[in-house]
């Protein structure tokens, strides 16, 4: 029997009986005999163990290839992976974001890295007559005469991520930023943070299932809690939370690891546990009920511009909240649509990887039923999903989104390496963890330098699109200004590519269009059941 995978054990052995008997005549040889005798000490228990057959049968060595295998990930990203593998950003995308974040140079010399020639390759067209645009403080109204505090949103903003999830630090320094840049800041699910308030940026406040910061006793929603916190004067919308792209349909998940007493205290929660808000709202439970929460929120909140997040699964379900719109005529005032890409600090891994509509059709979805119920001039949309760089932000819009969040981008801009470590409570850059000794080298006016600088630079880049487009705002960006390469030899528009519903087509006929064909007619207001379960509940009574 070969013993070769002994070898390195035993010679830790004879190493440590001949460094002993060194040491033993002369004391500097003492570092050697600790060296070897640690060697051997953990080859002993590896021997001794019955939890991993690897080490017993391969005594040190097995530890190599632990070692290997959790630098795997870094020695991927850096050494191995091209420029433009997006996995899950390329390092490509995180170079534009630290350089627009530092306002360093961002031109790249030598062409394109990408092959245009490929399909799925995506571009803009460029107009021969380009415009001038003044400013690139594009702004979108929301709320209008449903409220009596509209908002005037920039077109790019930071998505959901809750103190909790993000370090005390890296909160401040997003807030910030937001500040600076007139930009607002989404909170998260977890509640209002003194984080979040600290620096007076704009807020809008996220209304999970667990209903963090305005919950009571049973973990229910509290009108009077909820009223007292959404009429401060930095929160200017409230969201409620239906689902999120990196795990729709499970709740969100906070690492106990993360549940510090302060974190606990915020939430309403126990310190130490994971808080794992519940799969659905027990605050509402229909369609109609959803829309009737979303008109509490904003009177309770003052006649804040009030709406709800969303990530779309079941057709039927969006269906069924709009045609509760249409028949009830209680509208919210925004929806934001959030993609399956959609990242997170914490998530299972099918859900992660196989659940939930990517972004873009699920954005088409609401896009084009709102079109079709005529409703759509009186609904703002915001999309999130993946989205770093001005041409993200302007194919998104040109797909039916009037502004765009990101998440990941401005953690980057924080100083995040992509480290894949945010939910062990171990981030090497301070901004996904709450650990003090960690998040308390995070250099605050630098990083929200930084933010704003992202902000900022990345709305300019927008501007310098719509201008070599022809276009005056990005709310004139359609479907037909986005090409996309769909075989070696055919080039189409989105336009082309996708079916786009007319205004008030749905309020006559059920369109051309296969999920419309299938699920329009069976969705219902009052329920959110599947339509065959809805069936069988009839045949179940009727029988």
Not at 156 to 165: K, L
């Amino acid at each position: 029997m070969s013993l070769s995978r002994y070898s390195l054990y035993i010679a830790s052995l004879v190493l440590t009986v001949v460094f002993g008997w060194a040491t033993l005549r002369d004391p500097t040889w003492g570092w050697a005999l600790i060296i070897s005798a640690g060697v051997a000490a953990i080859g002993t228990v590896d021997l001794l163990q019955k939890k991993s057959t690897l080490r017993r049968n391969y005594p040190v060595l097995a530890h190599f290839r632990y070692g290997l295998e959790s630098i795997g990930p870094e020695m991927r990203q850096y050494f191995i992976e091209s420029d433009i593998a997006e996995t899950p950003f390329s390092r490509q995308q995180r170079a534009l974001i630290y350089q627009r974040s530092k306002s360093v140079r961002d031109t790249r010399p030598f062409g394109t890295l990408h092959d245009v020639y490929s399909v799925d390759y995506e571009w803009i067209n460029h107009s021969l007559s380009p415009a001038a645009i003044p400013s690139d403080d594009f702004r979108i109204d929301i709320g209008g005469d449903r409220v009596s505090k509209p908002y005037s949103a920039s077109v790019f903003n930071i998505s959901a991520m809750s103190w909790g999830a993000l370090s005390a630090a890296a909160i401040r320094a997003l807030n910030e930023g937001a500040r600076r840049g007139k930009f607002y800041h989404d909170t998260g699910e977890g509640s209002i943070s003194p984080y979040h308030l600290e620096n007076g940026g704009d807020l809008v406040w996220e209304i999970g299932s667990g209903y963090f910061g305005c919950r009571d006793e049973k973990g229910g929603f509290d009108p009077d809690k909820f009223a007292k916190a959404a009429q401060r004067e930095s929160v200017r919308m409230i969201e409620v939370k239906l689902s999120q792209g990196a795990k729709p349909g499970h709740g969100g998940v906070l690492p106990g690891a993360k549940v510090t007493q302060e974190v606990a205290d915020t939430r309403g929660v126990a310190p130490g546990v994971d808080c794992v808000s519940p799969a659905k709202h027990s605050a509402f439970s229909t369609p109609v009920g959803l829309l009737e929460f979303v008109a509490k929120l904003r009177e309770l909140s003052g006649g804040k511009p009030t709406g709800f997040k969303l990530a779309i699964g079941h057709p039927w379900e969006w269906f069924g909240i709009a045609k509760a719109m249409q028949e009830t005529g209680l509208l919210p005032d925004f929806i934001v649509v959030d993609g399956a890409e959609g990242g997170t600090g914490a998530a299972p891994s099918e859900f992660i990887d196989h659940v939930g509509v990517p972004m873009h059709e699920a954005l088409m979805l609401v896009h084009n039923t709102l079109v079709g119920l005529d409703l759509r001039d009186k609904i703002r949309i915001g999309a999130a999903g993946r989205i770093v760089s001005a041409f993200d932000m302007a194919k998104t819009m040109a797909m039916g989104a009037d502004w765009c969040n990101a998440g990941r981008g401005f953690m980057f801009a924080l100083g995040c390496i992509q480290s894949l470590s945010c939910h062990t409570d171990k981030c090497p850059t301070g901004v996904a963890t709450q650990d003090p000794r960690r998040f308390k080298q995070l250099d605050l006016a630098d990083k929200a330098t930084r933010v704003h600088n992202f902000h900022q630079n990345t709305v300019h880049a927008l501007r310098d699109l719509l201008c070599a487009a022809g276009l005056d705002h990005p709310g004139q960006l359609g479907p037909e200004h986005i090409l996309r390469r769909v075989s070696p030899i055919e080039v189409r528009s989105l336009a082309a590519i996708y079916n786009f519903l007319k205004p008030g087509e749905l309020l006559t006929s059920i369109p051309d269009h296969a999920v419309f064909q299938q699920f329009w007619a069976c969705a219902r207001s009052d329920t959110f059941d599947a339509p065959d379960k809805v069936s069988a509940m009839r045949i179940g009574k009727s029988v």
